[in-house]
Structure formats: C-alpha cells, structure tokens
C-alpha cells in the first residue's frame, strides 16, 4: 500500500504530517511518499527515528495559489506538491492521495491531474459528520456551490456506494436535506432532483430536515456543497460554543466546577465522538482514483487518521463500485439532464 | 396595545394560546382578541379566571390547507383564524398578530390581508438565534426557499433596522452567510449580493462562515431562506443530541452522574439561554404591519414570549423605520435587479 502524503498541506507545516506518516508507517505497514520541499522535509525527519524503507521524500516546492485561476496555476505549476501526488496516483505509483492543504487546490489538481470517473458531472466531498450513534455522510460538503439536479442525484449515488464498502452498511440510508419533510418540499433544486432521485434504487428515505442531520437517522445526506459546507461548520462552530457556554456558566460556582470535574470523561467521551480529527478527512468522491482531503487544522492524529481512512478506501474497492454504479444509472442521470 | 392572536395556531391547540394570552394580559396591561374557532375557545376560557375587558373572542373556525394552493386557500378561506387576524392589522384594529401555526399560512395571511412594505419584493422571517453572547437574527429563517441577490440585500437592511430598534444597538454587525471568508467566495447568490452590499451602508462585516454563527460576533446573519432554515433547525437539532449523548455517556458512572447533577445548575442555564421558547418568535420581516411567528410546538411560555415580543416590536417603531430604510436604499436595489 503506498500512499501519496501532500507534506505542505495544512496551516502547521510538515511537522505533523511527518509525524502522522511516521506513525502511519508503524502501525499499517503502509509505504509514504513524502511530498513536497525536501530541505524541510529533512530538517524535520532527522529529528525522529524512521523506517526509510517505508518513507520516501519527493522535492515539490511549489504551492498552489488559490486566488490565481486553479487552471491557470495547474498548468503552471507542474511541481507543486499536490500536483505531484496527483500524477503519482494517476500513474498508479501511488494507491490513494491525502492533503490537509487548500481543498480548492486538491480538487484542481485531482480534477486535471486525476479526472473524473466516467460519467460524473462534479466530484463531491464526503465529509464524515458525528451523530447520535455514530456519524453520517455529508455530500457534498464544500466542493460546488452552485448545483445542479444531476449532481446531487449522483452524490447519492457516491456517497451511498461509499458508506456501504467503507463501513460495510449495504442498508446505508440516504436523505435530501431540505426544508420541510413532504415530498418535493424544498428549493427549485431539490424539487428537481426530487423526479429522479427514487430511480436510482437507493435506500432513499425522502427529505430530511436540519434537525435530523445528528439524530443518526440518515447515513448519507445530500445537498449541494454551500448548505454542506454551513451545516459543517455551524455545527463544528456550535458544538465548541456549547461546550465554552457551559464552561463559562460553571465560573464562581465552586460545586458546580466540581460537579463537572467528576462528570469530565463522560463529557470528553462525547468531545471525542464529536472530535473531527478522529475522522481523518473526507474522501473526494468522482474522482478516477483515491483522494483523501483532511482538514487545515490537521495534527499527527489527524494526518495518521486520514492516512488510515485512505487504507481502508483503497482496500474496501469503493472506486470500482463507484464506476459501476455511476455507469449502470447513466439513463436516469441523462434523463435528468433532458439528454 | 391590542394583540391579534390566532388561537388555532400551533400543534398544541387553543390551550397554550389562551394560557399565554392571559397571562400576557396580566402582565403587560395588552388586550388580545381570541381569533379561532369560538366553542373551542370558549370552552377553554371557563376554566380559567381573566380580565374580561382584556380579552375578546373572534369566531374564525376556519384553517388553511397548506397542501392547497396558498392564493386560493387565501381567497376561499375569509373565515381562517390566521386570515381574520391579518384583516384586524390591516384595519388598524390590532397593532400586530400572532401566530403559531404553518408559518406558510401566516406569511400567505400577511403577504395578501396585510400586503408588503413599498419596495420590498419578499418578507423574510427574522429568527433570532441564541449565541455565545446573546444571539444573532437569521434573515432568512425560511420564508424564500429560492433568492436572488436584492432579495438579501433587503433582508440586510430589514434585520439591521430591526436589530437596531428593537434591541437597541445601533451598530449591529450584518454578515453574509457563506463559504470562505473572502470577500465574494461563495455560490452565484453571494457573488451577486456581494458586488452591492457594501452600497447600503450598513455596519457590514463581510463574509462569514458556518462556524461564526454562534460565536456571537454578527448581529445579523444574512442568507436564503433555505439555507437560514437549515441552520437554524440543525442548530436545534445539535444542542439536542449533544445533551442526549452526555447523558447517555453518564450511563453506569456513578461518579459522573452524581458530578453532573452537582453542574446541572449551570447546564440548565445554558439549557435556558438556548431555547427557543424563551425568545418569543420571530418577526416577519417586509410586511407593511407587525406580524410575529411562533414555533409550532409553541407552549405558554412560548406565546406569551411572543406577545411580549410584539408588544416591543410596536412600541419600537420598527415598522416605520425599515419603510424609510427600505425607501432611502431604492436606487441600489433598483441597481441589482439591473433596471
């Protein structure tokens, strides 16, 4: 198993995506292209112990600039480090890619360097959401904006695949986020997707509603990826203020301060559960290979989880069953693009 | 200060709305008219003591049918408590309504018995929203499921006028929900509010993101009624499911629970700060009358926030100051729908 690491990704540097790799190598026997600019690569790596059978460094200086146009850069860029994780998946050299760095930037260059799965419109992020009882798929959590019906259609269709080898789920529950339960409720969009979306043969539950996303009722919860990506957020946002609300509540109440004292691994076990580096990132789902993107404010644990997921991905064989399954609905996806 | 307040309205009958209303009486010195089926009422009444002075009871048995048209319900239905309430505003017999019921019915009511603000092309529902530090309003909180940009543009300036009235904060931060902080980072609907927002010079902060919504930092949250409804019940949604899943994780921890029920004061209190019966309902928001809407699951408590919560938007004089603010701001609104 050999896995392309983008080694600048992320707001903290190579630090810990050394670490995480390194760790990673240990515990999963995985091999670690580490990419990206060697002198700080080895600056760092010389300060720990390693397998240097299992870690190889790839110089890629470069850095993708996010406010220049992402084709532009691409092409201009041929050896920024996540460009070169790219191609080296696209050249099979390595089984799946993971960065912490800009998303936009990774989705560009999976896009150009990688391509798409035959037949996908939009690659989607899948970002794993905690729940009441274990946590659901968000698709697509950030990568497009603006959406049109064939794009959601067909993130149901990746996500539900994805959920099913990953997490061995072959029931996996999928719902349309919107705004009232009825049938059709919605914006002009889920309206749209709503004449189609029983064709594909999903375990379709129907509308969901904001309240539903934690509860645990719905395994994969499809919107486009600007409500995805504020549902993400607010709730990461929300989950911190509670616990800062609570915390701020407990000042000059010395047995209250006490009381949560005691009851702090039950609370931590929940900030845990709801901790999002213990998800070790989102898989980018439409892409013609393994893509993991972790989140900026990635540490070793974070990197060391994404790496695992990235594993998992490649050994659960989701990207061939992805194809099929996009391939076998194209009827329905033209359809509703009025081929 | 007269009230109208449809009895029929909310899931729990006329019982909460009665308990409410006369209580609200008792209080603030207001008359509210009973506008609902008058057996029902009635029957309700006896069982209680009230100032009979202070509350009158108007026979409008009448529901309207969400799943029929809106505009034809509204025009077959003369006799609907939430139409009748509306007819009170329009004449000048009631200084605003109330509502619990399908917020789809009272926004119908309004739009059509009460009619928009001069220049405003749709009302938003203004939902306050319980932050760090007190709360920010959602405007939109679900009236407009599809928006265009002078749609958010005049929910800018409605929430800020209001805020700025009702709460008294003449500085009220307004941001515009979105992904990526960068100045016009977003879907098409951002980019396009965002090349003229600037223009109505309100105490504008720029983008924000998911995350800030409950840090307390905006005042006024701008977005699509889709997106702000989404927010606002998955926000709902969450605060439940993190208390159910300490609670379930204090299960077989003697210790912790026992520390726990020593912190329950402070987590109560944050428990209150958060709920949403305690914040009285949301104003619609570009009618030409006052118009609050309560949640469905309205209790006492609840309606008698909401009656409260009309009374300080009358004497605020809101109304008065958002037809000026909405007038003043023409060209600009006229510039973004390109006439």
New interface residues.
């Given amino acids: 198993m050999k896995i392309a690491l983008d080694a600048l990704g992320g707001d903290y540097g190579v630090k810990p995506n050394i670490l995480g790799a390194i760790k990673a190598t240990e515990d999963f026997g995985c091999e670690v292209f580490l990419v990206g600019d060697e002198n700080k690569i080895q600056e760092e790596l010389k300060n720990h112990s390693y397998d240097s059978a299992k870690i190889t460094v790839i110089h890629a200086p470069e850095m993708i600039d996010m406010e220049a146009s992402p084709a532009l850069e691409y092409r201009r860029k041929k050896n920024a480090s996540i460009v070169v994780c790219a191609k080296l998946v696209k050249e099979g050299k390595a089984d799946v890619m993971i960065s912490a760095g800009n998303s936009g930037a990774t989705m560009v260059a999976a896009l150009f360097g990688i391509g798409r799965i035959k037949g996908v419109s939009r690659p989607a992020i899948a970002s794993p959401m905690p729940?009441?009882t274990g946590f659901a798929l968000i698709v697509d959590a950030?990568a497009n904006?603006?959406c049109s019906a064939i794009n959601l259609l067909q993130f149901a269709v990746l996500g539900s695949v994805y959920y099913k080898h990953i997490y061995g789920k072959p029931n996996a529950t999928v719902g349309l986020?919107?705004?009232g339960e009825e049938e059709g409720k919605?914006?002009?969009l889920?309206k749209e997707t709503t004449k189609h979306i029983r064709k594909l043969g999903l375990n379709y539950y129907g509308n969901i509603?904001?309240?539903?996303?934690?509860?645990g009722m719905i395994d994969i919860v499809v919107c486009?990826?600007?409500?995805g990506?504020?549902?993400?957020?607010?709730?990461?946002?929300?989950?911190?203020?509670?616990f800062?609300?609570?915390k701020?509540?407990?000042k000059g109440?010395p047995?209250?301060?006490?009381?949560?004292?005691?009851?702090?691994?039950?609370?931590m076990?929940?900030k845990e559960?709801?901790d999002p580096d213990t998800f070790g990132g989102a898989p980018l789902l439409g892409v013609n290979g393994n893509v993991i993107i972790s989140h900026g404010k990635s540490n070793e644990k974070a990197i060391y989880c994404a790496i695992k997921a990235g594993i998992k991905t490649v050994e659960s064989k989701a990207l061939k069953a992805m194809e099929e399954a996009i391939a076998s609905n194209k009827a329905i996806f033209d359809e509703a693009e009025g081929r």
């Fill in positions: 729940t009441q950030g904006a603006d986020l919107s705004i919605g914006n002009l889920i509603e904001g309240r539903d996303v934690h509860t486009d990826g600007f409500v990506n504020i549902v993400l957020k607010t709730s990461e946002g929300l989950s911190k203020s509670l800062k609300m609570i701020s509540n407990l109440k047995l209250a301060m006490l009381g949560m004292l005691m009851a702090k691994p039950a609370l076990k929940v559960v709801t």
